[in-house]
């Protein structure tokens, strides 16, 4: 089962999960800086002070990626260490670290894919309304402007949000994630700003007129209703709209969905945070979507959870678990084919571009075994299932490009902490001793074969 010509295998990570070295380098204070030490937040008051310590032992990591043979490296920047305060003049020290991690990237022949926001909003931004202040789009555009001038010359992949929805609806609308705020209006001008900042971004990475492909991740999630109701249905219906639809017609379409602004509109919601121009500048063409897929949502109508902080209680919504699904150690379902359903939507439904899977994983309660392996076979299954559910989506004329896999390293599970581990690669934190895993072994045979058996 082979894949396209010059398909591009990866992994990724993201810098507050596995750099560490906060206080160092004249890195600012993130919003999860904040929230990983405010107690009750995150398991076992865990935090990414140190995390996998990437920072200082970034040719550690380097090595090991190009032992494996892994192509492209998706990571991201942390906005604090370019700019501690979210404004201003870039910390060199900063911008150096990411100089040292793109060349090194380069030396070992593996693509680099930047990512410039991947949750890390500096503290002084969310001091003063965060994503829920317009001010911030303004902001990431001067900072993506900044990074971009310094290492556009060897980053050909710029990715300018990793899911706005997460930002938006855990931080704003849930309070599970960073900053921790709890209001749906809240969270709908977060998504706003969100995707205000990506168009400004492009606007000011495209005119620097380099060939370098610029694009955005969403996390997307296949809506279905768990039972044969109409109440299901529309159920489903509202979970899509807020989960998919919201974030693909603005990119796509120039435009939200009446749908979603209307249920919130008739709540009291108040949506004049959207100006004239907003929308077409959201919608400046990208040069490629990322997708980051893990499992469907499967929805029921739940009209008495209204008012719980659980995804989509605003909607009158649950996604449920259904029966016959094997669980992840998240308690995720593992469902592959809807990652050939999303995929093929896109092209259906928005647009045909190139399309990056720019994360897709299992978490497994991995363990060294006494002969000091980790064997992963689970997390190998479950990747060999979702590549061949990729390769069904290419039979169906997608314009998939590459798979980046979720994660090189076990690393800080957000508000998980370190209990859930992610990685091809095992990190005995303390030591900070990385064992690859048999699923790493394994994929590297996928890589070098550019297909499966």
């Known amino acids: 089962m082979d894949f396209p010509e010059n398909f591009l295998w990866g992994t990724a990570t993201a810098a507050y999960q596995v750099e560490g070295a906060v206080n160092e380098g004249g890195r600012g204070a993130s919003i999860w800086d904040t929230f990983s030490h405010t107690p009750g937040k995150v398991r076992h008051g865990d935090t990414g002070d140190i995390a996998c310590d990437q920072y200082h032992r970034l040719e550690e ?50 693509e680099p894919m930047l990512t410039l926001y991947h949750w890390d909003l500096p503290q002084a931004l969310e001091d003063v309304g965060g994503w829920t202040n317009r ?25 300018t949000l990793n899911e706005p929805w997460v930002s938006a609806w855990m931080g704003y609308g849930l309070g599970v994630h ?64 807020q989960a998919n639809r919201l974030y693909l017609d603005p990119l796509f379409h120039g435009d939200y969905p009446e749908d979603v602004f209307s249920y919130y509109g008739e709540r009291g919601v108040d949506l004049t945070f959207v100006q004239d121009r907003d929308l077409d500048r959201i919608s400046v063409p990208i040069d490629f979507l990322g997708i980051n897929y893990y499992f469907r949502n499967t929805v029921r109508d739940a009209p008495e959870e209204q008012g719980q902080s659980i995804p ?64 992963d076979e689970e997390r190998v299954s479950y990747l060999d299932a979702h590549f061949r559910a990729a390769h069904q989506a290419i039979a169906q004329g997608v314009d998939l490009r590459g798979y980046m896999v979720w994660s090189f390293l076990d690393n800080f599970e957000w508000a998980e902490g370190y209990s859930k581990r992610f990685g091809i690669v095992f990190v005995e934190y303390g030591a900070q001793r990385r064992v690859p895993k048999s699923s790493a072994r394994w994929y590297s045979d996928v890589i070098r074969r550019n297909g499966l058996e």
């Open 61 to 110: 990591d380097l090595d090991l990626m190009s032992e494996l043979g892994i192509l492209a490296y998706r990571f991201s920047v942390a906005w604090p260490r370019i700019q501690p305060e979210g404004s201003g003049s870039a910390n060199q020290n900063g911008l150096d670290f990411y100089r040292r991690l793109v060349d090194g990237l380069r030396q070992r022949s593996i």
């Open 135 to 159: 001010d911030t789009s303004e902001r990431f555009a001067e900072y993506a402007a900044i990074v971009h001038e310094a290492l556009s010359d060897s980053v050909g992949f710029w990715i």
């Open 178 to 241: 960073a900053p921790g705020h709890q209001d749906s209006a809240r969270a709908l001008a977060a998504t706003h700003h969100l995707l205000l900042s990506h168009g400004l971004a492009m606007e000011r990475m495209r005119s620097a007129g380099d060939a370098n492909q610029l694009g955005v991740t969403l996390n997307l999630h296949p809506a279905r209703p768990s039972r044969d109701r109409e109440a299901d249905r529309e159920a489903a219906r509202r979970v899509d709209g």
């Open 312 to 375: 989509f209680a605003d909607l009158g919504a649950r996604s449920v678990i259904p029966h016959e699904a094997e669980k992840t150690a998240m308690g995720w379902p593992v469902e592959p084919d809807g990652l050939t359903e999303i995929l093929v939507r896109i092209k259906e439904d928005y647009e045909d571009l190139p399309m990056y899977v720019t994360e897709n994983g299992r978490a497994v309660h991995d363990y060294i075994d006494p002969e000091g392996d980790v064997d």
